[in-house]
């Protein structure tokens, strides 16, 4: 499967912009769906966003649309996820994700998870 690496996550104040990086190990990278989910400390996982291979669909969670931005680089192997107007409640774990197929990510049942990067909120 896919190996992917998340960055950028850090602590930031309450309506901050943080932005996120999540880097594939092989180009099969380019032919995928890409998505983020996220976890919060005693919380289930929820699904933030997704984009298709080409780039030219995308999904947010209500919770997030409008505030997060969803992007690709296909020559990077690299998906983005600009998140502004921060609040306390986007504190969590973000993990990308990866499948051939758009709806396994919409399920939460993408074939490759990166291990995360915690983004805390707080002032």
């Known amino acids: 499967q896919v190996h992917l690496v998340e960055s950028g996550g850090g602590l930031v104040q309450p309506g901050g912009s943080l932005r996120l990086s999540c880097v594939a190990s092989?180009?099969?990278?380019?032919?995928?769906?890409l998505g983020w989910f996220r976890q919060a400390p005693g919380k289930e996982r929820e699904f933030v966003a997704v984009?298709?291979?080409?780039?030219?669909?995308?999904d947010y969670a209500d919770s997030v649309k409008g505030r997060f931005t969803i992007a690709r680089d296909g020559a990077k192997n690299t998906a983005y996820l600009q998140m502004n107007s921060l609040k306390p409640e986007d504190t969590a774990v973000y993990y990308c994700v990866t499948d051939p197929e758009y709806s396994r990510i919409l399920r939460a049942t993408a074939s490759s998870w990166g291990r995360g990067t915690q983004v805390t909120v707080s002032s």
């Open positions: 092989t180009n099969a990278f380019t032919s995928y769906n």
């Open positions: 984009i298709s291979w080409s780039g030219g669909s995308a």
